[in-house]
């Protein structure tokens, strides 16, 4: 866990959520699957003038309306409570009522006109005779509102169907505009700017978009578990909002960065200048950006002005990376540390080195693993001093509370290594770990087997020194360190299948055949690239048979 005393930013509470509950009642039209949704009231303390799905707050007396709902035999009474809600607030709104008779008959229009709208819910239906059909109401999604808003809510999207011969109304005080559209025909009009939505409801309607009608829907939500989960966080690009779910790659950064939701850090991708990330780490990206480097190699200077810095990764050999690397430390680095040694990594060691020594500093020491023989000649490296497995490099001067420990972690290359800095439960993964993309594995210095049991060992670390967060050589920093390592070993090992199945299918194939079998899905500008991995992939599977 990051120490408080490094948060860039002052501790802050973000205002309590309250529970609601919101339903997308879907319809299918030759068109494609559609889903109702309304314009809220310009006046609306919460997303004023957006279009949205009916919904509400939570009430007390949805949860004293069980005995009158049926429901599922797997539906909690959360859940139950959460579906009246969401039928409660759709017939409140749009006078749209998920009931029936005893008989199994459906609600219909007599049944609407005896209601009154203004009136307490469940009382009306109770002496109807109506069960309210919560059993056909299921999660769909769970969103909390994002922790910088004033206004915060709890609330599950649940996604039911249409009842027959009902049309929607809407109550002309909170809700304006009934509106049947198709998800991807809402996302362009509100990308053209005439539809307003929120944030939530924008991904909620990316999501739907692939699936062709509402029985489709319904069956992938049929288990009972909301499909995502998501408490959004906010950055700024290009000087503007920009929200993110945990599945974007900024997320990460910004619960480094701004824990409690604060406004306040820059997600442009810049090489001028370095960006704090936290008191006692800052990260410089070199102006490489390209196909293999993304947005550009991350270097990173760990430590503070009274104690010195550590430099990981100084980057190519780019004499204004590496001056900007020097000044952002104050020239006052104690230890330079290489990840591997590819061309785009390590280079700038020895320039690095040399400012220090021309800026009246001590020498600091180049740090790493030599490069093994099977290294390609651009990647040949010697280190000052090699690094021993678990040393920690804080013993180089760099001071108290910046313990580095090294972790041996060939497979992308055959001298890679990673660090922990065990204090505030951070890693830095080179190329091990990247966010974005994923690592080539190019034999023979690359090696499938090798990459896949540094991911083991990097797993345990995670639980050894609790590391939260990945601090990677390209991208953004990664959030919840052991479900992204565990995310990236299951994306290989489904690759290897895809690989194994394309050998199989063609015995006497050569790798162009099973490039266009296994990576498929993989743009072709990519694959000579990824015919290295496809390599390293079949030698692995060649090696175990």
């Known amino acids: 866990m990051v120490r408080p005393s490094q948060l860039l930013h002052p501790a802050r509470t973000p205002v309590p959520t309250r529970a609601a509950a919101t339903v997308l009642l879907l319809r299918d039209t030759p068109g494609g699957l559609e889903v109702l949704m309304t314009r809220r009231s310009a006046t609306a303390s919460f997303a004023p003038g957006a279009y949205v799905f009916p919904g509400g707050g939570i009430d007390p007396a949805d949860a004293l309306a069980h005995p009158l709902a049926a429901r599922r035999a797997d539906q909690a009474d959360l859940q139950l409570t959460q579906a009246i809600a969401a039928i409660r607030e759709s017939f409140e709104e749009l006078g749209v009522l998920l009931a029936r008779h005893p008989d199994g008959r459906p609600a219909g229009a007599a049944d609407i006109a005896a209601l009154d709208r203004q009136a307490p819910f469940a009382a009306q239906c109770a002496a109807a005779g109506l069960v309210l059909a919560a059993d056909t109401v299921f999660p769909l999604a769970h969103w909390i509102t994002d922790r910088d808003l004033p206004r915060r809510f709890d609330v599950p999207f649940l996604v039911a169907r249409m009842p027959d011969d009902q049309e929607p109304v809407a109550d002309e005080a909170e809700q304006f505009e009934p509106v049947w559209v198709r998800p991807a025909d809402a996302l362009a009009r509100h990308a053209a700017g005439g539809f307003s939505m929120i944030f939530p409801t924008v991904r909620t309607l990316q999501r739907l978009a692939p699936f062709a009608g509402a029985d489709a829907l319904l069956a992938a939500c049929a288990h009972g578990r909301p499909l995502w989960t998501s408490c959004p966080r906010a950055g700024l690009l290009a000087g503007q909002e920009a929200r993110y779910m945990e599945s974007d790659p900024p997320y990460g950064e910004l619960a480094l960065v701004c824990p409690d939701g604060q406004i306040a850090h820059p997600l442009d991708w810049q090489h001028a200048h370095a960006v704090p990330l936290l008191k006692n780490v800052l990260r410089l990206t070199a102006p490489n950006p390209g196909p293999m480097t993304g947005p550009g190699t991350n270097s990173y200077l760990v430590g503070e002005p009274g104690t010195g810095y550590v430099a990981i990764d100084p980057g190519p050999a780019d004499a204004g990376h590496v001056a900007r690397l020097h000044a952002a430390a104050g020239g006052d680095i104690r230890a330079i540390v290489c990840t591997h040694s590819h061309p785009d990594h390590a280079p700038g060691a020895w320039p690095l080195q040399a400012l220090c020594v021309a800026g009246g500093r001590p020498a600091p020491p180049v740090l ?117 390592i565990a995310r990236l070993k299951a994306h290989r090992l489904a690759r290897e299948a895809k690989v194994s199945a394309a050998v199989q299918a063609l015995p006497h194939g050569s790798l162009d055949d099973w490039l266009a079998h296994a990576y498929d899905d993989v743009p072709r500008a990519l694959w000579p690239v990824a015919e290295r991995s496809l390599l390293a992939h079949v030698e692995r599977l060649r090696a175990m048979a």
């Open 368 to 484: 790493g693993l030599p490069s093994a023989p099977t290294a390609r000649a651009h990647s040949r490296f010697v280190p000052d001093r090699v690094l021993s497995n678990r040393e920690q490099v804080a013993g180089t001067g760099c001071g108290p509370g910046h313990d580095l420990t090294v972790i041996f972690t060939p497979g992308h290359a055959a001298n890679h290594l990673c660090l922990v800095l065990a204090q505030d439960g951070l890693l830095f993964s080179g190329d091990h770990v990247l966010n974005g993309s994923t690592t080539v594995i190019d034999p023979p210095d690359g090696h499938m087997g090798d990459y896949l049991e540094s991911l083991d060992v990097l797993t345990a670390a995670c639980a050894e020194f609790g590391i939260d967060f990945i601090l990677p050589a390209h991208g953004h920093v990664l959030h919840d360190a052991h479900s992204a």
